[in-house]
């Protein structure tokens, strides 16, 4: 059990490393609507776990799963990141906390779920986490796509307009 528990911890770990890194290259490159919609559509697809008797847990716990997620996690990364026009592009700029805020949600899931894992069975916990996860990028990508549609709908900076010439005369 203790080994399962290190060698879970060491994935979890390489995984946010993994996923740290993807997001900070995430930011060199322009947002578009595919790049904001996949991400919470393709996680969707691990709600079939749920078809698996052994994985699923009460209404409550899911819904106060995905609400947590989305209403406490979502948050600090919402407000270290957010959409900005360059030109015709439209760019994820992050704050300067936007890396420790990402390490600081790493180390509060895997703490929750090492004393959450105590209580309930490990794929219990599995579920709680997912739908923890869920609810944060879901809202999280939510919050983006309000802000790419808004820039969009914005005319684009071109050069600034030549100044006036002075009046004849």
């Known amino acids: 059990m203790h080994s399962e528990l290190l060698v879970g911890g060491v994935a979890a770990v390489v995984g946010a490393v993994v996923i740290m890194l993807w997001r900070v290259r995430e930011t060199r490159r322009p947002v ?3 790049k904001i919609i996949i991400p919470p559509l393709g996680m969707s697809t691990g709600l079939c776990m749920f078809l698996v008797p052994q994985l699923r847990i009460p209404l409550s716990w899911a819904l106060y799963a ?3 997620g989305a209403l406490v996690l979502a948050y600090p990364l919402i407000k270290t990141s957010r959409l900005t026009r360059n030109g015709e592009a439209v760019m994820l ?4 906390a936007f890396i420790w805020i990402l390490v600081g949600l790493v180390v509060v899931r895997l703490s929750a779920r090492a004393y959450v894992g105590r209580f309930v069975s490990p794929t ?3 579920a ?5 996860a869920y609810g944060m990028i879901v ?3 939510a919050t983006m796509w309000f ?3 808004a820039l969009l709908a914005q005319p684009a900076a071109s050069n600034p307009p030549a100044p006036e010439p002075p009046p004849a005369g």
């Open 124 to 126: 219990q916990t599995a």
């Open 93 to 96: 700029e992050r704050g300067r």
């Open 139 to 141: 809202r999280w990508r």
């Open 128 to 132: 709680i986490f997912f739908l923890l």
């Open 147 to 149: 802000q790419y549609r």
């Open 32 to 34: 578009t609507a595919r």
């Open 66 to 68: 995905l609400a947590s």
